[in-house]
C-alpha cells in the first residue's frame, strides 16, 4: 500500500489536514495538554483545548503555535505526529509527501523547524507553500492567470495581505494581529470597564456571538461570567455589540491599514484588476461581523468573504496536491 499525500493547515488556532483524494479529514484546534511534571502529552486538540484556562496546577494546555510560527518545537512536533497518526495516512511501503502552510514572513530558521517537525511525523518529502496564495486557490480565485487577485486571509496569529499574479505573489504583507488580538482587546476592555476577569474562551464567545468590526454594524448582547476583581466572587454582566465595536476599533484598523499599504505597493494594471474582481477574504477572522463592509469602505474596493473562509488553506493544499508532481519538479518555495 501507498502513501497518500497530504496537505496540511499549520495554524495559530487550527490544524486541519487534507488527504488527496479524500478531502479534509482532520480538522482540530491547535492545542497540546502536557503533565508539566513528567512533560508528558496527555491530549490533544479538541480534548485539550477543552482544558485551556480550566487546568488544575500541574496539567498545561499549550498552544505551541503563537503569532502563526513555531513557539513551541517539541510541543508542535508531538501535536503533528498525533494528527498524522489519528489520520492513519502511511502506507506499509511507503511515507507520505507533505505540502504544508505557513506564513509569508516566517524566517529561514522557523521554516527549518515546520521541516523537521513533520519529517520526524514521518513525511518522506515536505513542501512549504505561503499561506495567502494557498488560501486564494482554495478560495477559486485564478492567480495563474496574468492578472491582479488580493487576498486577505485573517487567522487566529497572522493576518496575511497578498496580491497573487501569474501564480505568484507580487505584493505581500504579513501582521500578528489576528483573531486571538481580539480576543485579547475584548479581555482587557471588560477588565477596565468592569473590573471582570473572564477567560478566553468567553472573550472569543463574546467576539463570535456580538462583536462587529463596523460602527453600527450589529446590535445584540450577551450575559457574560467572570471573576469579580474586588470581591473575588463571580459575577455576570451584559455586554453589547456598540462596546465590543470600540474595543475592536485600533486593532481592526492595523488590519485596515495593512491592506493599504499593500495596494500602495501595487503595480496599477494589477490595482485596476482587484477594482474589477474585488478583494477576498479567507481565515476564521473572516467571519467577525462587519470586516467585508470595513474594508470595503475603507479601500474603495468591493470585499467578499469566502465560502467556508476557515477551510480555504486546506481546500487550496488540496489543489495544489493534484499537481504536486509538477511542484516536486519545480520546487516551489523560496
Ligand atoms: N464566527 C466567528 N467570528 C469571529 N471570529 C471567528 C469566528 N470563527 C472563528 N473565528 C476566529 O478565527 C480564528 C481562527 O482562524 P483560523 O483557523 O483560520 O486561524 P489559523 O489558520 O489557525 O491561524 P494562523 O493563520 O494565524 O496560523 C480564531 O481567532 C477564531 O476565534
Known sequence: MLARDIGIDLGTANVLIHVRGKGIVLDEPSVVAMDRTTGKVLEVGEDARRMV???????????????????????????????IDKINVRG????????????????????KAIREAAEKSGAKKVYLEEEPKVAAIGAGMEIFQPSGNMVVDIGGGTTDVAVLSMGDIVTASSIKMAGDKFDQEILSYIKKEYKLLIGERTAEEIKISVATVFPDGRDEEIDIRGRDMVSGLPRTITVRSSEIEKALHESVMVIVQAAKSVLERTPPELSADIIDRGIIITGGGALIHGIDKLLAEELKVPVLVAEEPMNCVAKGTGIMLENIDKIAKNKIRR
Do not use: W, Y
Not at 98 to 106: A, G, S
Open 53 to 83: 484556562g480550566r487546568t488544575p496546577g500541574n496539567i498545561e494546555a499549550i498552544r505551541p503555535l503563537k503569532d502563526g510560527v513555531i513557539a513551541d518545537f517539541d510541543v508542535t512536533e508531538a501535536m503533528l505526529k498525533h494528527f
Open 92 to 111: 506499509f511501503l511507503s511515507k507520505p509527501r507533505m505540502l504544508i502552510c505557513c506564513p509569508t514572513n516566517i524566517t529561514k530558521v522557523e521554516q
